[in-house]
Nanobody
Framework: QVQLVESGGGLVQPGGSLRLSCAASGGFFSINTMGWYRQAPGKQRELVATITNGGSTNYVSSVKGRFTISRDNAKNTVYLQMNSLKPEGTAVYYC???????????????WGQGTQVTVSS
């Protein structure tokens, strides 16, 4: 059973930094795109950033220049470095990954349980 486990959330003051991590485990053949999404209270879940297994990245415009997504393929882990955090960044952040359990199966989307990020003074 594939699992994504996030860590690194917490409370930070505006202008501060946090680094989120998400590790995939459980036995599988391959991971393609990994990403981070967030959901603020009363709002829909939105894409924050994605990274392919080749390292190509994509960001929502509101975080460009402040957030950096990266991955360690050997550790099946994706990171999100968040700098210059703003109060509107307060949300539950979710990890997502496309995972193929076997070489002859298609990629399925898996989600982590979410980690709370609160930006407040």
């Amino acid at each position: 059973q594939v699992q994504l486990v996030e860590s690194g959330g917490g409370l930070v003051q505006p202008g501060g930094s946090l680094r989120l991590s998400c590790a995939a485990s459980g036995g599988f053949f391959s991971i393609n795109t990994m990403g981070w999404y967030r959901q603020a209270p009363g709002k829909q879940r939105e894409l924050v950033a994605t990274i392919t297994n080749g390292g190509s990245t994509n960001y929502v415009s509101s975080v460009k220049g402040r957030f950096t997504i990266s991955r360690d393929n050997a550790k099946n882990t994706v990171y999100l470095q968040m700098n210059s955090l703003k109060p509107e960044g307060t949300a539950v952040y979710y990890c997502n990954a496309g995972v193929a359990q076997y070489s002859n199966t298609r990629y399925l989307s898996y989600w982590g349980q979410g980690t709370q990020v609160t930006v407040s003074s």
